[in-house]
């Protein structure tokens, strides 16, 4: 998230959850992403090449805005980060990902407190090998153009006003075929960080499918975790990602003794395991 918009947020969050309220059926078991004045939802999409979806745009500001929709290439690595790629250094899977995927608008217009959606296929070949495809839809706010005026102070020598440019980013994933992968967690520890006690691990991934989940860590008997993280994506280019966690003094205190910890499919998506491991931390 950019800083300094968490006031802008909670301001006009009522007038937009209002607004986002016509399209409940969609949201419903999708996240929402928000950035600058534009609220996101859902803020990933899977597609089968079978049918479309749509994306909602909700500006939740107090004045009129235009956003600049486009795809955008990116790669993992190994610690989560998303790396943007040029086109001309796209590989055969990120170069088909393009190709595919259609969407319109190209541009849109809000004005405060309304909805709009954007609609997004994907078009895969006869002859397309099975895999998964991505990429990431980008909405990039438009700056608008204002007067420009001086004081005598300016006048008298050069003025610079930096603008920001808000913008949110989606996955695209195309799944064709059929797919899988095999996941595996390891060397769960609690080490001493920069900042203070840690929960390091890592997972490790194998084939064509690519993964997104929570992941928890529970006590023999309880089902409530004693530490939760949502939204682990591991994309298909990924074979191994290694996590950090800040954990709190509670959390530090009960990673002690016999633990579990479990990748799970996000409580909207079915909540299935992906992957589990029991041990025991000093």
């Not at 300094?4 to 059926?25: D, E, H, P, Q």
């Not at 990120?94 to 608008?105: D, G, K, T």
């Not at 001493?192 to 860590?217: C, D, F, Q």
Request: aromatic share 4%; no cysteine.
């Amino acid at each position: 998230m950019t800083p300094n918009i968490t006031n802008k947020v909670s301001r006009s969050l009522g007038s937009a959850v209002a607004a986002i309220a016509a399209f409940g059926s969609l949201l419903s078991a999708a996240p929402v992403s928000a950035q600058g004045d534009l609220l996101v939802a859902p803020t990933r999409i899977i597609l089968d090449g079978r049918r479309g979806t749509e994306v909602i745009l909700s500006n939740i500001g107090s004045e009129e805005a235009t956003y600049r929709i486009g795809l955008e290439l990116r790669r993992m690595t190994a610690t989560g980060q998303l790396v943007e790629v040029e086109t001309e250094a796209a590989n055969e899977l990120e170069q088909a990902a393009l190709s595919m995927v259609r969407y319109a608008p190209r541009r849109i217009t809000l004005p405060p407190g309304q909805p709009q959606a954007v609609r997004i296929s994907a078009r895969p070949g006869a002859e397309l090998p099975d895999g998964e495809y991505r990429v990431h839809m980008s909405f990039r706010a438009i700056p608008q153009q204002r007067p420009i005026t001086a004081t005598p102070e300016e006048s008298q020598g050069i003025s610079i006003k930096l603008i920001p440019m808000y913008g949110v980013t989606i996955p695209v994933i195309i799944r064709h075929g059929r797919l899988e992968s095999t996941v595996a967690i390891s060397n769960p520890q609690v080490a001493e960080g920069p900042r203070g006690p840690e929960l390091r691990l890592a997972i490790t991934r194998s084939g064509a499918k690519s993964t997104y989940g929570e992941l928890r860590v529970t006590r023999p008997g309880s089902d409530d975790p004693i530490f939760l993280a949502r939204g682990i994506a591991i994309y298909s280019e990924v074979s191994e990602r290694i996590m950090q966690f800040e954990l709190t003094p509670e959390q530090t205190a009960a990673m002690k003794g016999q633990l579990r910890f479990e990748y799970r499919e996000m409580p909207e998506a079915g909540g299935a395991v992906i992957a589990v491991v029991d041990t025991v931390l000093g």
